[in-house]
């Protein structure tokens, strides 16, 4: 019966793995480590480069500058509404190199995985990773997996590293803020963070809050076509939210920056999920929006070449650059006062009462 | 946001301070007790839109900046036993101890966990019978109730392996204190509504007589503030001195009364040290006799502890409105947020911490610059 059945032609591709979960056997570098990447990696990031399955990966760029970063996802848990750590470790490092105003071409991924850690998990964390990396037209042309003993990591950690090309002409940079540019934030404020927040704490709201985790390179390509060097700076307020990013561009262009409290665009659940925790919208991490500051007169174009793109439907001006305390960030408060805006020592802590 | 948003308002906000300064003929001092009204203040922009009206000081009703060292350190001596899972609402995580804090104590192999509520904490001892599980129970009147209730219901349901560390102190002591020291510059108080919410406020009447001090239940909005100070202001104006309720979707003369028992059913009233105000007799809450058992301090036998307060420290001076924080000499070079010198620059709701994260740029403004 057996035989008949494999003669009648099962559709599987590959054989049929006896294992569930991760075990260390599979970082041995031996037939389960083979294995291992024929039926859950390759399957899912096959390109040409990566295919070859040689030392180093041969690609193609353009001659000129190129850009490149790297950044190691370690987030708890793994999964949460709106993404994955697979779907985060490719768009986090995708959006730092379009922060740059580079166009990304390539990258990287190295996993290490605990031992333990469920396929099936694993496997929808590869097929999140493997959609946002082709939504983005970027291949994964290298790779490498490690596997470490149960209780010395925490499910996986995904390393990715990113090039990308440099367009001459558009190079936006943290310290090319100018008094008198306009500070523009792309989408709703603090959704990543709360969400991998609500699923870590097991809070459960009325509405779901997902995650924004997005890929900003079509944000960029707009502000790019639109208003091209009158975009000063572009960042993505990652972890510690719009207030940390803000603080370091004041920081590293010697500018203040002045925001408007009611301007911010911040949904009524990340307030309200805020408001309960103790914690503060503006240092709450994001995933797919961008800060730009643009050359003041810009600014109308610049949100309205945002606001054409699904990402940017509530692109918005929340402030400006100015020339008055450099290396702070002060915000005109809902009831007409102001305050600093300042970085956080830590992380944000829930309060007592 | 219902209910929030409509004590946000700018433009009412605007009226009340406006009111405010028609009214008052002089400047007058008040005190806002809570921590989470010294956090508005500061992060609105309260106090300067007061400026020349109403000097606020800012009180001790941050309960973990009025935490003693001692007690600190305690909680870290048992939050490092290995046999421990040491169990805290998040901002007592990053407060000093003589030594460290319970983040480098979980750095260290202590196992530490934010609960948000103490019932948590009893629901972990439950899962976890092989491991002790302390809940550290600070705080005022407001947090009171549901650490009451965590004790009794671990007494109920017969768990052993549960304790709690308390810290509890009470609000109208405090205000005794304050009102009985000889630089006192406090001429009316603003409550707390969430303490008032469980206690009511009968228990202030008396104060407001003996002392001739307003004394308005408020809350914790910016409308909710200005409206509080506005009633403050036209009570001093009027020469008056009696408990008025600004809070009324909240507070009740008489309070949470199911609250109150359970309190009193697992408190007693207990002399307790405040950091920087020093011991106020009658000032604190600590568990009755029958509930010896579930007393952290004498289960790992940490009541021997003691720690001696930074003398670079000026809270208590901070604490009892004699200086604003950022006339304190160490303000903003040797105590920061990453490394406070004492609690009130620890806690988001400590005065020192609200001037140095919301008002450090104004101050150089206010003085001309």
């Known amino acids: 019966m057996g035989d008949s059945s494999i003669a009648d032609g099962v559709n599987c591709p590959v054989p049929f793995s006896r294992y569930d979960r991760v075990q260390l056997g599979h970082g041995s570098g031996g037939k389960m480590s083979a294995a291992l990447l024929k039926e859950r990696f390759l399957p899912h990031f096959s390109n040409p480069a990566l295919a070859k399955l040689t030392d180093a990966a041969i690609v193609e760029v353009a001659a000129g500058r190129l850009a490149v970063s790297t950044d190691t996802f370690v987030v708890r848990p793994l999964e949460f509404p709106g993404g994955n750590i697979g779907s985060l470790a490719v768009h986090g490092t995708l959006n730092d190199i379009a922060m740059m105003g580079a166009r990304p071409r390539y990258l990287s991924a190295g996993f290490v995985l605990e031992e333990g850690l469920e396929f099936e998990v694993l496997d929808r964390i590869i097929a999140a990773m493997a959609r946002a990396a082709e939504e983005a037209g970027v291949p994964i042309v290298a790779g490498d997996t490690k596997v470490v003993e149960r209780g010395k990591a925490d499910g996986v950690f995904i390393n990715t590293t990113g090039i990308g090309e440099l367009d001459r002409g558009f190079a936006p940079a943290p310290d090319l803020a100018r008094a008198g540019d306009a500070v523009i934030v792309s989408g709703p404020i603090g959704r990543h963070g709360i969400a991998v927040m609500a699923v870590r704490e097991g809070l459960e709201f009325e509405v779901e809050i997902e995650s924004d985790a997005a890929t900003l390179s079509p944000l960029v390509e707009l502000l790019r076509e639109q208003v091209g060097d009158a975009v000063h700076v572009l960042r993505d307020p990652t972890r510690g939210g719009v207030a940390s990013a803000l603080n370091e561009i004041a920081e590293s262009a010697g500018v203040g920056v002045e925001l408007v409290e009611d301007a911010l665009p911040i949904p009524g659940p990340v307030r309200a999920v805020c408001e309960i925790l103790g914690f503060d919208p503006l240092y709450v991490a994001n995933e797919g929006i961008l800060i730009a500051m643009v050359e003041g007169g810009s600014e109308q174009n610049a949100v309205a070449a945002l606001r054409a793109h699904p990402l940017g439907e509530e692109a918005t001006v929340v402030g400006r650059v100015v020339e008055a305390h450099p290396g702070l960030v002060a915000m005109r408060t809902g009831i007409g006062g102001t305050r600093v805006v300042d970085m956080l020592p830590g992380e944000q802590l829930p309060r007592i009462c | ?369």
Not at chain 2, 48 to 70: F, K, N, Q, R, S
Not at chain 2, 286 to 305: C, M, N, S
């Open chain 2, 1 to 369: 946001m219902k209910y929030l948003s409509e004590y946000r308002d700018g433009r009412i906000a605007r009226g009340l301070a406006d009111s405010i300064k028609q009214v008052a003929t002089r400047r007058w001092v008040l005190m806002e007790v809570c921590g989470g009204q010294t956090h508005t203040i500061v992060k609105q922009g309260i106090d300067e839109l007061l400026a020349g009206a109403v000097e606020m000081i800012h009180g001790p009703g941050c309960p973990v900046c009025v935490t003693p060292l001692e007690q600190i350190d305690r909680g870290l001596a048992i939050a490092s036993r290995p046999e421990v899972i040491f169990t805290s609402f998040g901002d007592m995580l990053r407060v000093p101890g003589s030594e460290m804090d319970l983040f480098q104590v979980r750095s260290r192999g202590g196992d530490v966990r934010v609960v948000y509520s103490p019932l948590d904490a009893l629901e972990l001892a439950r899962r976890n019978p092989d491991k002790e599980v302390v809940f550290f129970a600070v705080g005022f009147e407001t947090t009171a109730p549901a650490n009451a209730m965590a004790v009794w219901r671990a007494r109920e349901l017969g768990i052993e392996n549960f304790s709690v560390l308390v810290s509890h102190v009470t609000v109208p002591p405090a205000m005794v204190a304050l009102l009985e020291s000889p630089d006192n510059r406090v001429q009316g108080f603003l409550a707390a509504g969430h303490v008032c919410t469980v206690m009511g406020w009968t228990e202030y009447e008396p104060l407001a007589r003996k002392y001739e001090v307003p004394i308005v239940v408020t809350g914790f909005e910016p409308v909710d503030i200005l409206e509080g100070i506005l009633m403050a202001v036209k009570q001093l104006e009027e020469g008056r001195h009696e408990v008025e309720n600004q809070y009324v979707r909240s507070v009740k003369r008489d309070g949470n009364r199911p609250a109150q028992e359970v309190v009193s059913k697992v408190f007693d009233v207990v002399d307790r040290q405040w950091r920087g105000l020093g011991n106020i007799p009658s000032s604190g809450l600590g568990l009755r006799e029958e509930f010896a058992a579930y007393d952290a301090e004498q289960k790992f036998g940490v009541h021997t502890i003691t720690a001696e307060e930074s003398e670079e420290c000026h809270a208590g001076e901070v604490l009892r409105g004699i200086l604003k924080p950022n006339q304190c000499p160490a303000f903003g070079t040797k105590c920061i947020p990453e490394n406070p010198l004492g609690a009130p620059m620890v806690s988001s709701e400590g005065a020192c911490a609200a001037y140095y994260n919301y008002g450090r740029f104004r101050t150089p403004s206010e003085s001309g610059a």
